[in-house]
């Protein structure tokens, strides 16, 4: 138990620090005032400084520094909690942003609420994603929710895009082309169809869904002429 008591003070620490960064910040700039008036102007910028940072982060980062410990220990209600508390989220540092959009994506898809989750996923990408990847992936997301509502050219469209920028790993690849050849088959193009199955054999998935959906469409695809 003592092993893990500093990483738990610390982590408390953490969040009282993001949660009252506010008042933090104002009894700084009040401590600024009365060093100032009281001993000399030239300790008084330090409180000032730092009371200046705090806003500053209040506004560029907001509580995102601390979502990523709530979804690894799995508490989800922590998370979109977190995310609540973005009032501006438009004034957030732009790869924050897109995270932002992006984790209120995932929490609407989860809630079964696609308009929102495409929107969220939209503005994420005219925020301009940190990384190739992040941005295959929204693109990827965009194809499965184009794909449930029956859109299937839009959910073409973005799949292909997402393959073409790049994913995060090759069971999200394998994924993408999976789904790729579904909408071919679809169309009966069974050529393309067999082309996206033979990638998505490829990629050499290791996730246990992913090889099981790969198995039922590798007999599907065995019963196809040509």
Known sequence: MGIFAPAIDNMNFRKIFVFYRIPIAIGLIALGFVLGFEVTWWIAWIPFLVAAIMITAYFLIGPMTLIQGYIESGDMD????????????????????????????????????????????????????????FEGTAYMQLGAIAQKKGNTKEAFEHLKKAVQIGLPDKDNEAMAYLQL??????????????????????????????????????????????
């Open 78 to 133: 922590g998370a979109q909690k977190l995310l609540k508390q973005v009032k501006y989220p438009n004034l957030l540092y732009k790869p924050i942003r897109s995270s932002y959009y992006m984790l209120q994506a995932n929490f609407s898809t989860m809630g079964e609420d696609l308009d929102q989750a495409e929107s969220q996923l939209r503005k994420g990408l005219e925020t301009g994603m940190a990384e190739k990847e």
């Open 181 to 226: 050849s579904s909408i071919c088959i679809q169309r009966r193009d069974f050529r393309n169809g067999k082309l996206y199955f033979s990638k998505a054999k490829s990629c050499k998935a290791t996730n246990p869904q992913v090889v099981d959906q790969i198995k039922e469409m590798s007999k599907y695809i065995a019963r196809i002429p040509g």
